[in-house]
């Protein structure tokens, strides 16, 4: 990437640490070297949108995973932390984009738009990533692990509802992701299966067997193994960059054959509790 490059990625990186202010749009441009009179056109060139509606896309997305995943913050906060002066202005904004309000998406998330409605995003940060480089790959030896994991079964875009009931049995559970490591057990490329067969797992650490319970969580372990870990720092729409890495260049260059187990992400920072851009995810691809 080059530094010209790097000036418009500053730009996300400080709209993502600054979603609850207001832009001061003359800072941001001596941040970043940028002539105010030029800004405008040439972050929207890069962008594909302007540097108003990224911020608020950002915002609206960051609003919308505090809604649904975290039920001790009141709309008025989530409202005021993500820049709006009031519940109304809140309000108006997250219904136009979302088509419901946002008690009502809290109480039962639309998931089913969320793809084309951040899609722009999408791209944006597939563009970053492609033209940053090579990962950085280390060999490490993963201990065996006992986890506790809820199976989602179908369409990806319905994942978040999954999310929620594993979120709600693990606080009923105290597993907070302080003291019980989170993890995703991905058995299948979303862009090579059909919705219906889509599976993912979502699970964390746990100190025992569990016994029966309703919420469909069930026993299963990591196995102890050789894998190629890949730290990803950043936001998830470019986490499928990593994985195919892994497979496609890193796995055919190595000397290495891949395990019977799918891989699997630890999640060390999470979203929405730091900004996309300082998110942590740790990918284990099973070797031997």
Not at 28 to 44: N, T
Not at 171 to 196: G, H, M, Q, R, W
Request: hydrophobic share 40%.
């Amino acid at each position: 990437m080059t530094k010209y490059q790097d000036r418009f990625v500053d730009v996300v990186n400080y709209i993502e640490a600054n979603l609850d202010t207001n832009l001061d749009i003359d800072k941001l441009c001596q941040r970043v070297y940028l002539s105010k009179y030029h800004f405008h056109r040439q972050c929207s060139a890069f962008f594909g949108m302007s540097v108003m509606s990224l911020a608020k896309l950002l915002r609206l997305k960051r609003a919308a995973y505090q809604l649904a995943y975290r039920d001790d913050k009141k709309v008025l906060e989530i409202a005021l932390t993500n820049g709006y002066e009031s519940h109304e202005a809140f309000s108006r904004a997250f219904k136009k984009r979302f088509n419901q309000s946002p008690s009502s998406f809290r109480l039962s998330p639309n998931w089913a738009s969320w793809d084309a409605t951040y899609e722009p995003i999408i791209i944006l940060r597939s563009k970053i990533m492609n033209n940053s480089g090579n990962f950085t790959v280390d060999l490490v030896d993963f201990p065996e692990t006992l986890i506790g994991a809820i199976e989602h079964r179908g369409p990806p875009n319905m994942l978040g509802n999954t999310i929620q009931k594993f979120i709600q049995w693990r606080k009923e559970n105290k597993l907070p992701p302080t003291k019980s490591k989170t993890f995703n057990l991905v058995y299948d490329d979303p862009n090579l299966v059909d919705a219906k067969d889509y599976r993912f797992d979502i699970a964390c650490s746990i100190p025992h067997l569990l016994e029966g319970n309703t919420a469909g969580i069930v026993n299963k372990t990591i196995p102890a193994g050789k894998c190629a870990l890949i730290r990803h720092v950043g936001s998830d729409d470019t986490i499928g960059l990593a994985v195919n890495y892994l497979y496609l260049t890193w796995l055919n260059a190595s000397n290495y054959t891949l395990r019977d187990f799918p891989i699997f992400f630890e999640r060390v920072t999470f979203y929405p509790d730091v900004a996309e851009n300082e998110m942590i995810t740790d990918i284990y691809l099973p070797i031997k």
